[in-house]
């Protein structure tokens, strides 16, 4: 089992940043890639980005291209997006996610434990 707390949400002007955390507890943090979801009211849950379990290889939805980064600390057991440009369009309850077995993972099917989301709040 792997426990996933996310942090770091709010409310923000567009244009804006935040920087949303993600603390794993449990097994071995360095044998999960990870992953960033988000779901708007009314929309499925769709994927953001995604980190290898080394944090040497990344992937992302051409919608944050350029505007979101993922990262990893391995030996404190932590996830992070740097979220910056915000767009009212980017909110949505974010989910970190655990995938085990993989190099890393970009579909929500792959991935085994989720975190209980952290609300994002753009302001136009």
């Known amino acids: 089992q792997v426990q996933l707390v996310e942090s770091g949400g709010g409310l923000v002007q567009a244009g804006g940043s935040l920087r949303l955390s993600c603390a794993a507890s449990?097994?071995?943090?360095?044998?999960?890639?990870m992953g960033w979801f988000r779901q708007a009211p009314g929309k499925e849950r769709e994927f953001v980005q995604a980190?290898?379990?080394?944090?040497?290889?990344?992937a992302y939805a051409d919608s944050v291209k350029g505007r979101f980064t993922i990262s990893r600390d391995n030996a404190k057991n932590m996830v992070y997006l740097q979220m910056n440009s915000l767009k009212p369009e980017d909110t949505a309850v974010y989910y970190c996610?655990?995938?085990?077995?993989?190099?890393?993972?970009?579909?929500?099917?792959?991935?085994?434990?989720w975190g209980q989301g952290t609300q994002v709040t753009i302001s136009s």
């Open positions: 996610a655990a995938a085990d077995g993989v190099p890393i993972a970009t579909l929500s099917r792959q991935y085994d434990y």
């Open positions: 449990g097994r071995t943090f360095s044998n999960y890639a």
């Open positions: 980190i290898s379990r080394s944090g040497g290889s990344t």
